[in-house]
């Protein structure tokens, strides 16, 4: 129970900044948060005792009707979010372990003014049974590296990298996700923005 008001205190600061809990507004959408663990490319817990997933009211609606759309193709699977909102301190955290080296290319700088996750418009999904479970997409979800990428996944799969499934899933998720208006990442199919850097830097607020 001691690191309880750490949740409290990272959740209301949040919603103090205009974000909401994905699952309040649909708790069909499934929340693993994948810095709330070590298992990540940070090797670090990030999140503390944070297990809810905070959107910019705008991204949080879309995501509803990509849940709803992918409830009406596939009844049998669900959305999972592995990261939502993100402070721009958490940023530059993450920043520090790749500044300097090849999968610098992965992460947004901080001092460019960060990326969507800092504004609460971007998420990174996956999908997952009705029961959890994550299904096949080739990587894991913060995997960097050319198998991750989705401009050439027919090269991906004639090599074995990742299994035609494992395509076959990943285009399921993107065509839910840009049916709602989100746009996909070239080197991440996990990961999809509302809004362009441009527009959230011009007319949105970075989250602290």
């Not at 799969?157 to 989100?182: D, H, P």
Request: proline share 4%; aromatic share 8%.
């Amino acid at each position: 129970m001691a690191n309880a008001p750490i949740l409290l205190c990272m959740g209301q600061s949040m919603e103090s900044q205009g974000m909401v809990d994905v699952q309040k507004r649909d708790p069909s959408i499934q929340v693993s948060l994948m810095y709330s663990r070590a298992d990540n490319f940070t090797g670090e817990v990030l999140y503390d005792t944070l297990r809810h997933a905070y959107l910019h009211p705008k991204a949080a609606e879309a995501l509803l009707k990509a849940q709803k759309r992918l409830k009406e193709l596939r009844p049998d699977l669900s959305l999972k979010i592995y990261d939502a909102a993100r402070p721009m301190s958490i940023q530059q955290k993450m920043w520090d372990k790749v500044k300097g080296t090849s999968k610098s290319i992965y992460v947004s700088n901080p001092s460019n003014g960060g990326g969507l996750h800092n504004y609460g418009m971007a998420v990174d999904i996956t999908l997952c049974t009705l029961d959890g479970d994550s299904i096949p997409m080739g990587t894991k979800i913060d995997y960097m590296g050319s198998a991750a990428h989705i401009d050439d996944e027919n090269a991906l799969v004639k090599t074995g990298i990742i299994s035609r499934e494992a395509q076959q899933n990943r285009e399921l998720l993107r065509e839910v996700m840009q049916f709602a208006g989100f746009k996909p990442l070239r080197t991440e199919w996990w990961h999809f923005n509302l809004i362009y850097r441009e527009t959230a830097k011009k007319y949105y607020k970075v989250i602290r």
